[in-house]
T-cell receptor, first 113, second 113 residues
Framework: DSGVTQTPKHLITATGQRVTLRCSPR?????VYWYQQSLDQGLQFLIQ???????AKGNILERFSAQQFPDLHSELNLSSLELGDSALYFC????????????FGPGTRLLVL | GESVGLHLPTLSVQEGDNSIINCAYS??????FIWYKQESGKGPQFIID?????DKRQGQRVTVLLNKTVKHLSLQIAATQPGDSAVYFC????????????FGKGTLLTVNP
């Protein structure tokens, strides 16, 4: 158990819908990262927040957004969902803002029908 | 941009043998590398990391070797056990202040009893 929690574990929705994935980092960690894992693209970095502020951006679509709240939990919002958005979404956390070990949560499996 | 690849998509070894998983990266400015292990249905788990000012780093039963000249790193697992069966990812930090990790597609390690 990494100490990072993610909810929900599974999510099934329809195209065009919007969903919110939630992540709670390890106690004491200030950075939260979001990743998407699909069979064809592998593990792709989406976005990082550090202490409430956006720190780095990866391959995140404009339909996706995230935020980190004062209690350091983070939410990833996915809107206008498409079939291709079906994937595993992982949250990871680390103590500092860069070049540190990231601890991954168990993931949310999203299925868009 | 960064691309990180693995030489073999699958590796099968006998229990007790040593395993070597290879990884190549493209960005010569990459300065931080991490190996992750992902078991089925779980999030990636940190194994070991290495910074570009080192050539070798050892952990418990694992060793990472970094060859910056040819932009290659490897993960060696000593006395491989059935519990080591998983997908192994290498990841490279892209360098610079925009922190993000680029992950390879992964190598599936199967340990035969």
């Amino acid at each position: 158990d990494s100490g990072v929690t993610q909810t929900p574990k599974h999510l099934i929705t329809a195209t065009g819908q919007r969903v919110t994935l939630r992540c709670s980092p390890r106690s004491g960690d200030l950075s939260v990262y979001w990743y998407q894992q699909s069979l064809d693209q592998g593990l792709q970095f989406l976005i990082q927040y550090y202490n409430g502020e956006e720190r780095a951006k990866g391959n995140i679509l404009e339909r996706f957004s995230a935020q980190q709240f004062p209690d350091l939990h983070s939410e990833l919002n996915l809107s206008s969902l498409e079939l291709g958005d079906s994937a595993l979404y992982f949250c990871a956390s680390s103590v500092g803002p860069e070049k540190e070990t990231q601890y991954f949560g168990p993931g949310t499996r999203l299925l868009v029908l | 941009g960064e691309s990180v690849g693995l030489h073999l998509p699958t590796l099968s070894v006998q229990e007790g043998d040593n395993s070597i998983i290879n990884c190549a990266y493209s960005n010569s400015a990459s300065d931080y590398f991490i190996w992750y292990k992902q078991e089925s249905g779980k999030g990636p788990q940190f194994i070991i990391d290495i910074r570009s000012n080192m050539d070798k780093r050892q952990g418990q039963r694992v060793t990472v070797l970094l060859n910056k000249t040819v932009k290659h790193l490897s993960l060696q697992i000593a006395a491989t056990q059935p519990g080591d069966s998983a997908v192994y990812f290498c990841a490279a930090h892209s360098g610079g202040s925009n922190y993000k990790l680029t992950f390879g597609k992964g190598t599936l390690l199967t340990v035969n009893p």
